[in-house]
């Protein structure tokens, strides 16, 4: 598949996709404009911040399948829009969070002990000892505002400094806090006590201007503020003023509302410091970001499972979970082969152990296979909802822990149809092991031909003669008994279609009920 990246990524990572077999098309520096008149015919986009993922850009790039983000923030994408058109967004969260936080250390010890100005100072010639007077870190309050990876990275390092640390992030327990010596506080409650406010959190409608006026004016004189997750998230003109009229000590900047910028009246103030968006920039982190995208960008276009994908709902996904994620999709397949249409809510049972995590992942799974069957269009894990709503199919996933005959057992039943599979043995092999309630053990081959038929000697033997005639290879065979304990069905994966003169063949052999061939 053609894969078009727009910025600069490491090549190791773009050597991942090209050995996968896929066409990389790097075309850089381009003006919106121009992102459109490319787009079309690609199956995946790798961007970093400067490129701008529109509603424009997703329509005129009807194929793709996949955007990828070598970072983490995708505040230019349009998250909404791709997912409305079934495109994967995909990102690398765990990439730069630990140049991100050094960066932020960089910047909280810079602005303690004003090392930017008193060197520019020096380098032109004034020797400005007593002007750059700092202050210590140590026993002075730091104010983390979001305690994710980055947030907690900070704590950690802030503490070896010997600060005091106390956190605002409605998503993290007090318990989990207090782990890592943090105490949860109101967000007004951090701002009046820290004597330094570290910010690690997306930009969202929520958080735009979260840092303003109003917030400001709580603070003590002592305060500084760093910023190294988002532009915005901070009024630079709100925070200019209050470093300017002596409220807050000062601030030191990373990332603007505006990028690239040489204008801010931040830039005007003595008692800030500011790096043009550096966070990420280590030679380390961009290796990382290009290898994590690369590898998720491989997965999406493979159809498999994603963990960064931030628009697919329940992206985790645990690891006893994760293998039958596999199993899922296949159960979907075969079960549109067995149905052909879903006119009665599509039920999806989890019973065992797998029953106690969160399988959401895993009815994406289904529906994945289900509609990539039925429609012969592209289905994902983004679109597999929408595409069940708009063929208002109700989908009805239950749980339970207790099962009768297997550790775990995913269950798909409809309109009286159904199929059930579970992993076998030590190398969780796939196996079918229920079709229409009658007990089987074969494994979810790509060729099925399921057989009903009276419970009568000589059965096996006429489907076998059949196939054999039409050139067609039994690679496993089971015979399933009903509830009743009659041998009524054959399910057998061949190696090939079976030809439809075979398949009417077998229609016509007395005894012989149904005839269904599923190609999975």
């Not at 600060?163 to 409605?170: G, R």
């Not at 006026?213 to 004189?221: D, T």
Request: proline fraction near 5%; glycine fraction near 8%.
């Amino acid at each position: 598949m053609r894969v078009l990246v727009t910025e600069k990524i490491a090549e190791g990572g773009l050597d991942r996709l090209r050995d996968a077999g896929h066409e990389v098309d790097v075309q850089l520096d381009l003006t919106p404009e121009q992102l459109l008149e490319v787009v079309p015919g690609a199956h995946a986009l790798i961007i970093r911040s400067a490129t701008t993922v529109t509603r424009e850009v997703l329509e005129a790039g009807r194929d793709l399948v996949v955007v990828g983000r070598a970072g983490i923030g995708l505040d230019n994408v349009d998250v909404a829009a791709a997912t409305e058109r079934g495109v994967m967004v995909v990102n690398a969260p765990q990439s730069n969070t630990l140049s991100a936080a050094e960066h932020t250390m960089a910047l909280l010890l810079s602005q303690a002990r004003n090392v930017p100005q008193a060197h520019a100072a020096l380098k032109a010639g004034r020797w400005e000892r007593s002007k750059w007077e700092g202050v210590e870190l140590s026993d002075k309050v730091l104010g983390i505002i979001g305690l994710g990876r980055i947030g907690k990275l900070v704590a950690q390092r802030a503490m070896a400094f010997g600060m005091k640390l106390i956190a605002y992030d409605p998503f993290v327990s007090p318990e989990r806090a207090r782990q890592i010596n943090v105490e949860l506080v109101s967000i007004e409650e951090l701002v009046e006590r820290a004597d330094f406010i570290t910010l690690h959190l997306a930009r969202t409608p929520e958080t735009v201007g979260l840092v303003g006026a109003e917030l400001l004016a709580r603070a003590k004189p002592s305060l500084r503020i760093v910023n190294v997750a988002r532009g915005g998230i901070v009024d630079e003109s709100a925070l200019a003023d209050a470093i300017r009229e002596g409220r807050i000590a000062g601030a030191a900047l990373d990332v603007f509302a505006t990028e690239p910028t040489t204008e801010s009246p931040l830039f005007e103030l003595d008692s800030v410091v500011v790096t043009p968006h550096l966070g990420a920039s280590t030679a380390e982190a961009q290796d990382k970001a290009g290898d994590t995208i690369a590898e998720m960008v491989g997965l999406a276009l493979a159809g498999d499972f994603v963990p960064f994908a931030v628009n697919v709902s329940a992206a985790e996904a645990s690891e006893t979970v994760r293998p039958y994620l596999p199993l899922a999709e296949q159960l979907g397949r075969v079960f549109a082969g067995l149905a052909g249409r879903c006119d009665e809510p599509l039920e999806i049972e989890y019973q065992g152990q797998i029953a106690e995590y969160d399988t959401r992942i895993l009815t994406l799974s289904v529906l994945k296979g289900f509609f990539s069957a039925v429609s012969g269009e592209p289905v994902s894990y983004v679109n597999a909802p929408a595409v069940a709503e708009e063929q208002g199919i109700e989908v009805r996933p239950t749980a339970t822990t207790t099962t009768r005959d297997y550790v775990n057992l995913v269950t798909v039943r409809s309109g009286g149809r159904s199929v059930a599979g579970t992993l076998t043995g030590l190398r969780s092999v796939p196996t079918l092991v229920l079709i229409d309630d009658h007990t089987v053990d074969v494994p979810p081959a790509h060729h099925l031909l399921v057989v009903r038929n009276d419970d009568r000697p000589g059965m096996i033997g006429h489907v076998g003669s059949v196939l054999g005639a039409a050139g067609v290879n039994i690679d496993d065979m089971a015979v399933g008994s009903s509830p009743d304990g009659a041998k009524a069905l054959m399910v057998c994966a061949t190696d090939r279609d079976v030809p439809e003169a075979a398949q009417d063949e077998l229609r016509r052999v007395d005894g012989i009920v149904s005839v269904t061939a599923i190609t999975a």
